[in-house]
């Protein structure tokens, strides 16, 4: 019988089996960001602890920097403190740190890939649920709380139960227009926000061996929206031909003998599932949010669900409460709904592919008097490699803020925050009620090219309408 | 290994068997981490401190005054017991939630199902958490929201949750009851007794050496 790739990672890391049932699991690289890691040093200082594996530690800084202006000092004296303290631990603990200067710094799960870090058939742990992004390349990736990222840090390991394993298996080819990130939107609308609970998702079929790296880290990144722990896409050439000659990745004769070892984590053909969930790519439509869970998503075409019609009263107080908050009256179209702002970015969508894709299309175009737009790289490597093909001129013109890298207002730790109720059209990961920085203001999750079609209406919009689009994406 | 040695003395951990108190029903599903504790209340080198923002954005309006919350309503002060939907805790891995959780003054938290890092986090701060019917919740909340002061004890090591004259049955993971039971909740004195073990596995991939 063959085994998943989850079950051949899992084994190749299994420690012992703990007192309590749980498994002792190594985690081979350890990422780490000044949010959820202050109290975990602080820990290990307690307990007399040092990092076990340094080597296998790498930091960054991405959660609290400020976009507009990364010239320290900050303005933010508490975002100041806690890069103090990362750079303090890092260098106490003899931790590779990417920080400010380094030219390198970005969203730890952008950072991870483009260094070469990520790797097939590895575990890899860090402070932060999107840690998921990793499995794009093979590696079973979790996101853990600061108590873990302690352990992790002391013993290089951690206490855990083992997942089922779900493939999601889709064929077909994609609409023009028709993004990775609608995949996922469309997967965690069919599944649900718990679909996933006690779950890995394997990514297979032609759908997914199609995609480009950057598309599979999309859909990995949510996978945890979808209630997963982790996701993973089996490696393949496209993985071994985007790490070959990253910094952190094998060189000369290891590299190849690294390939034939990352090849033997794919599942095999004959792997067992504890689920399988098939999916046609011809029906997945530009997928929108309407609420207030990352499920709550259906295509641009459809209109605000009622919750006169739910299933359950559960349901119905599920859309009363999303609508109330979203100010959306039940029936109505979702296409047409006015923004306030637009944000390009995060570690769902902020890759040099996904402001490739915008940028062929808004050039030429001019974002609405009243929209406020901002572009933010995942990673000071992304913004580079976007002048260096003129893409952040092509967003400054048509009316976005081009900003320097990091999490931004996926979150608003940093200073990039709705006020209000204000809406914004985003291509982050969360619609949760005050997720983008204000207790009234509001989300509506798209891909890149959707938030873009949005800025320059000035309304939630179909891009293939707005840019006539009419070629399948190549990105 | 003197190390760990001296780690585990400080990690003596109390055996949670089962924790009563009074109890406050929070509706909704899908309570998200956000919801629990706002990412800008995350700026902090401590956890200290952070129960005063529990549920921060719910319970407060813009202008710092109270806005109708469960947990603002002064029948429930002094709740020990969290109950709440379907998937509480989704979201956001930060383990500031299941910290302002606890520093606000609650010790075990009864759904109807909970995101599986939170759940992770909180078994690990040894808070623990139950899962309940929807029936048996809303039995639960109906009794709590008539008698707010009765004691509700969550008997972590029979899977039962007790009220009043009723009771139903919970479910808790097997390695989780075991964890809170035993007293190793907090991990780290059996992981890094397995020391040794760890260097063989890492010596057994390539890329734990570079």
């Known amino acids: 019988m063959g085994k998943t790739l989850f079950a051949k990672v899992w084994d190749a890391h299994t420690v012992r089996t703990l007192p309590n049932g749980q498994t002792q699991l ?23 602890l040092k990092v076990k594996f340094p080597h296998r530690t790498f930091a960054t800084v991405d959660h609290i920097v400020p976009t507009d202006s990364q010239v320290e000092p900050f303005a933010d004296p508490l975002a100041a403190e806690m890069i103090k303290e990362l750079r303090n631990n890092a260098v106490d603990f003899g931790i590779t740190y990417f920080d400010l200067s380094s030219g390198k710094q970005g969203i730890v799960h952008v950072v991870g890939p483009e260094q070469g870090i990520t790797q097939p058939g590895t575990t890899i742990a860090c402070g932060d649920s999107h840690t998921a992004t990793h499995g794009a390349f093979g590696a079973i990736a979790f996101g853990i709380g600061t108590t873990q990222v302690r352990d992790v840090l002391a013993t290089q390991t951690m206490a855990m139960s083992r997942a089922k394993v779900r493939l999601i298996n889709a064929e077909g080819k994609l609409c023009p227009g028709v993004y990775a990130k609608d995949v996922i939107l469309h997967i965690i609308a069919l599944l649900g926000a718990k679909g996933g609970i006690g779950y890995a998702y394997e990514y297979g079929g032609n759908l997914f061996d199609d995609m480009s790296m950057e598309e599979r880290m999309t859909v990995c990144n949510m996978s945890i929206e979808g209630g997963a722990r982790c996701g993973y896409v ?17 060189t000369g004769g ?27 790519a011809e029906d997945i439509a530009p997928t ?54 637009a944000f390009i970015g995060s570690c769902t969508n902020g890759r040099l592919s996904d402001f490739r894709e915008v940028a062929k299309y808004l050039k030429g175009h001019k974002v609405a008097a009243h929209v406020k737009a901002i572009a933010v790289p995942g990673s000071q490597i992304v913004d580079v490699l ?9 967003f400054s013109e048509a009316g976005f803020e081009w900003r320097g890298a990091g999490c931004s207002m996926c979150l608003a730790m940093n200073p990039d925050k709705l006020v209000g109720d204000q809406l914004c059209a985003s291509s982050s990961n969360r619609n949760f009620k005050g997720r983008q920085g204000s207790p009234t203001g509001r989300t509506i999750l798209m891909s890149p090219l959707m938030v873009a079609a949005a800025a320059v209406t000035g309304a939630v919009a179909d891009a293939r309408e707005v840019f006539e689009v009419r070629e399948l994406a190549a990105v | 290994m003197e190390q760990w040695v001296s780690a585990m003395k400080r990690m003596a951990l109390e055996k949670i068997t089962q924790v009563s108190g009074p109890a406050v029903y929070v509706p909704g599903s899908d309570i998200d981490t956000d919801r629990i504790i706002p990412a800008r209340f995350m700026k902090c080198i401590t956890f200290d ?11 407060k309006n813009a202008d710092g005054s109270d806005r109708e919350h469960p947990l603002n309503d002064p029948r429930f002060k002094g709740a020990s017991i969290l109950l709440s939907g379907v998937n509480f805790g989704c ?6 939630a299941p910290q302002a959780i606890y520093r606000y003054g609650f010790r075990a938290v009864v759904a109807e199902s909970f995101a599986e890092i939170f759940f992770g986090n909180c078994t690990t701060l040894g808070i623990p958490c139950a899962v309940a019917t929807a029936e048996d919740m809303q039995r639960l909340r109906a009794a709590v929201e008539a008698d707010p002061a009765v004691t509700v004890t969550v008997d972590v090591d029979n899977n039962r949750v007790f009220f009043g004259s009723e009771n139903f049955t919970v479910s808790i993971p097997d390695t989780a009851r075991d964890a809170l039971i035993s007293g190793h909740w907090d991990a780290i004195a059996d992981l890094l007794e397995g020391e040794k073990a760890v260097a063989a596995t890492a010596g057994a991939l390539d890329y734990m050496k570079s």
């Open chain 1, 26 to 48: 190594l985690i081979g690289t350890h990422l780490i960001h000044e949010v959820t890691s202050p109290q975990a040093f602080g820990m290990l200082r307690d307990l007399g």
């Open chain 1, 234 to 250: 089996n490696p393949d050439e496209k993985t071994f031909a985007y790490l070959k000659g990253r910094p952190y990745c094998p």
């Open chain 1, 254 to 280: 290891s590299w190849d003998a690294a390939v034939d070892n990352w090849k033997s984590f794919a599942s095999d053909a004959d792997a067992v599932y504890d689920d399988v969930v098939n999916i046609r």
């Open chain 1, 288 to 341: 929108v949010t309407w609420g207030i869970s990352p499920d709550q998503g259906f295509g641009i075409d459809s209109t605000v669900p009622d919750p006169a019609n739910a299933k359950s009263e559960n349901e119905r107080a599920s859309i009363a409460e999303a609508l109330e908050y979203m100010k959306l009256p039940a029936g109505a179209p979702i296409k047409g709904t006015k923004i306030d702002v």
């Open chain 1, 386 to 394: 976007c002048r260096n093909e003129g893409l952040d001129k092509i």
């Open chain 2, 49 to 59: 401190g952070l129960g005063e923002y529990l549920f921060y954005d719910v319970r």
């Open chain 2, 91 to 96: 979201g956001s891995s930060r383990e500031h």
